[in-house]
Structures are given as C-alpha cells and as structure tokens.
C-alpha cells in the first residue's frame, strides 16, 4: 500500500506524480492501493477517479501515524518545499515506511542508502520500487538506514536546518 499526504497544491505536492507512478505498480499488482490523504476534494476529485486509490480528506493528525505504519511505501513528491526536511517525510522515515522521494524536491535528508530516489515516475520506476518491497533484505536495510538517519536528527539540528532554510531562502530573495 502506498501513502499520499499532501494539504497544500496538488501540483506542487505531487499527488498528480504519486498517482502515476502508482498506475504503473497497479498494473504489475492488482492488490496495490494508494491513500491519498489532505487534498481538497473539490480541487483533486478529478484526479482520484482510479480503482486503486482511497481518498480520506483531511484527518486528525493523531490518526496520521497509523496510516504511516500501515503502507509499505511513502510518497515525497514535492516540486518544491524550501530546502529543510519535512514532517511528514521525517514522520514515515520514524515509522518504518519506505520513503520514496522525488529527485527535485531535494529532501536533504534522503539519499539512495536510506530511501528511493525516483524521477520518472514510469515502468521503471515502478519495477524499482517492487524489487526493493519483494527483496526483504534491501527493503529492511533501506529501513534500517532511514531510522538511522531520523534518530541523528535530533531538534537542535531539525531547528538548526529550519533555521539555515529561511536564511538563504531570504538571501536569495535579496
């Protein structure tokens, strides 16, 4: 099962990439589903129309957790998010989800030892992401890597790299 999380556009998020990649997983395993979670119906209503995906809207965040623990796989398809990591990403890494990211979303935290780096969103990238849920001993190093990677980022650092994000990020507006 693959995860989509996503208030903000659906363009810039990513959910219109997470639902293409994920028609091309359908099509390899009928038994795959992609919940989308936070988008406005109103405004994704006519992306949402495959077989495969379960739109929930917006839920409590308390209930987040739970569906991070339940997918296999987690989307991070953003266009841009300003350069420090973001929560929901750090959230599915914490949960043991298989985070797979976008090359231009540029998760500073990700990297080809602790997630998938993807940027076709295609067959092949389908495939990529199968061999490495069918291989346990990838899928569990990968795991293994991500947890490492959230436990070191301690708040000191997270508020530090928050930090460091909103300085260039007002230096290049200069």
């Not at 796989?73 to 890494?93: D, K, N, Q, V």
């Amino acid at each position: 099962m693959g995860l989509y999380v996503g208030r903000g556009g659906w363009h810039r998020k990513g959910l219109d990439r997470a639902i293409k990649l994920s028609k091309e997983i359908y099509k390899k395993r009928k038994d795959y589903k992609l919940i989308v979670i936070g988008p406005d119906y109103h405004k994704v209503k006519r992306l949402i129309k495959e077989p495969f995906i379960k739109y929930l809207g917006i839920i409590k965040r308390d209930l987040l957790p739970y569906y991070y623990n339940a997918s296999d796989i987690f989307f991070c398809f953003s266009r841009y998010e300003g350069g420090a990591p973001i929560l929901t990403l750090s959230e599915a890494m914490a949960t043991e989800s298989l985070s797979i990211c976008s090359e231009d979303s540029q998760q500073e935290i990700i990297n080809k030892n602790n997630g998938v780096i993807i940027n076709k969103f295609d067959g092949g990238d389908a495939n990529k992401i199968l061999e490495i849920l069918n291989n346990k001993k990838e899928r569990e190093r990968i795991i293994k890597a991500s947890l490492k990677t959230i436990r070191g980022l301690g708040v000191m650092e997270w508020a530090e790299k928050i930090t460091n994000t909103l300085i260039n990020k007002d230096e290049k507006q200069k």
